[in-house]
């Protein structure tokens, strides 16, 4: 059984820094394309930022420069580290992973982070 729990997010000033992790158990995930997606309050959920099997990385505009995605393949858990917080990074932050055997996704449950101005 697939299982992906975040944790790391909190309340932080702009400006600010948080790490969050995702820590996978029942998928062999660095074979898989790990995806870190928001939603923030009232709007649609959008992808941030992807690390694919090879350890290649792909961000979306708003985040470039400012988060980074990476892997720790023996500890199972995947990373974003966000630097040069803005209010309206504010959202509920989810972990995902897409099969690249099956296409299926699977979520984790999503850690709120919170940006004050």
């Known amino acids: 059984q697939v299982q992906l729990v975040e944790s790391g997010g909190g309340l932080v000033q702009a400006g600010g820094s948080l790490r969050l992790s995702c820590a996978t158990s029942?998928?062999?995930?660095?074979?898989?394309?790990m995806n870190w997606y928001r939603q923030p309050p009232g709007k649609e959920r959008e992808l941030v930022a992807t690390i694919n099997a090879g350890g290649g990385t792909n961000y979306v505009d708003f985040v470039k420069g400012r988060f980074t995605i990476s892997r720790d393949i023996p500890k199972n858990t995947v990373y974003l580290q966000m630097d040069g917080l803005l209010p309206e990074d504010t959202a509920v932050y989810y972990c995902?992973?897409?099969?690249?055997?099956?296409?299926?996704?699977?979520w984790g449950q999503g850690t709120q982070v919170t940006v004050s101005s």
């Open positions: 995902n992973l897409r099969s690249v055997r099956t296409g299926d996704m699977y």
């Open positions: 029942g998928v062999h995930f660095a074979i898989n394309i």
